[in-house]
């Protein structure tokens, strides 16, 4: 079956996009309010964006045929977004899926690239995710992924050595 969507590295371009993901990325439980798009302006979040572009950011964006963009995965490879690795110095991941391709194999496909991509770059890289979304719980462990700490919110943070 072929896939209904294209993959490409990101590009200063695409930060709009990115900020947007972002936001999609902070995942809150269907019986969860949302959180108010302000929170994108904390500096604890918005580093993981912002000034995307540099020598060590790298990300894919997939997009459909027509253009239109589905979901990105990204990383700074050099720690620029100083986020608190709770013990682990792998650089941090974000992916997020628009709900209409989610359920599709495209989470599965921008984490696999990614992976694919900075073997040689990396040693690693790691998360932090909603202990309520399952499914991206379900797919990291596919990878490998492990828990190895538990951050704000009992938040489970993951790593995996690639």
């Known amino acids: 079956m072929?896939?209904?969507?294209?993959?490409r590295e990101c590009t200063s371009n695409d930060q709009d996009f990115l900020w947007e993901m972002l936001y999609e990325a902070l995942w809150d439980a269907p019986n969860e309010r949302r959180r108010p798009r302000s929170v994108l302006q904390e500096p604890a979040i918005r580093r993981f964006v912002e000034y995307?572009?540099?020598p060590e950011d790298y990300g894919l964006i997939a997009y459909k045929e027509d253009g239109t963009e589905v979901g990105a995965i990204w990383t700074r490879l050099d720690g620029y977004d100083r986020s608190d690795g709770f013990g682990c110095g792998y650089p941090c991941i974000g992916i997020a899926v628009v709900d209409s391709y989610q359920g599709k194999g495209l989470g599965k496909a921008l984490l696999g690239h990614l992976i694919t991509s900075l073997r040689g770059r990396a040693d690693g890289?790691?998360?932090g995710v909603n202990p309520m979304n399952t499914p991206?719980?379900?797919l990291y462990r596919k990878f490998g992924f492990t828990e190895y700490a538990t951050g704000g919110g009992n938040y489970p943070q993951m790593k995996l050595s690639i």
């Open 2 to 7: 072929k896939h209904q969507w294209l993959l």
């Open 52 to 54: 995307w572009g540099r």
């Open 125 to 127: 890289l790691r998360l």
């Open 136 to 138: 991206a719980i379900a």
